[in-house]
Nanobody, 123 residues
Framework: QVQLVESGGGLVQAGGSLRLSCAAS????????MGWFRQAPGKEREFVAA????????YYADSVKGRFTISRDNAKNTVYLHMNSLKPEDTAGYYCELRAGSLTRNAQEYHCWGQGSPVVVGS
């Protein structure tokens, strides 16, 4: 069983930066895909970014491309989401999710997720 714990969210002014962390424990997979999703109140969960533990391609949503970066520290079993130039529309709960398979933007294809970390961007 894999457990994911997000941290690093908070309140920031527009144009600011935050770094979210997702620490994985329990059974992990060298071929796993880690994704970041977000969900604003009253809206559906939205894909943000994803990449593989083993490296290679990374997917980003068009809305965050050039501002957000996903990175990994395999020794710490931790994935990060570096968020720069934040906008009020980035306000949401952010969730890291894991699947034992290839990259995908589809939240339905992930089978493990954390409790979420709130991000609020003031204007």
């Amino acid at each position: 069983q894999v457990q994911l714990v997000e941290s690093g969210g908070g309140l920031v002014q527009a144009g600011g930066s935050l770094r979210l962390s997702c620490a994985a424990s329990g059974r992990t997979f060298s071929s796993a895909t880690m994704g970041w999703f977000r969900q604003a109140p009253g809206k559906e969960r939205e894909f943000v970014a994803a990449n593989r533990w083993s490296g290679g391609s990374t997917y980003y949503a068009d809305s965050v491309k050039g501002r957000f970066t996903i990175s990994r520290d395999n020794a710490k079993n931790t994935v990060y989401l570096h968020m720069n130039s934040l906008k009020p529309e980035d306000t949401a709960g952010y969730y890291c999710e894991l699947r034992a398979g290839s990259l995908t933007r589809n939240a339905q294809e992930y089978h493990c997720w954390g409790q979420g970390s709130p991000v609020v961007v003031g204007s």
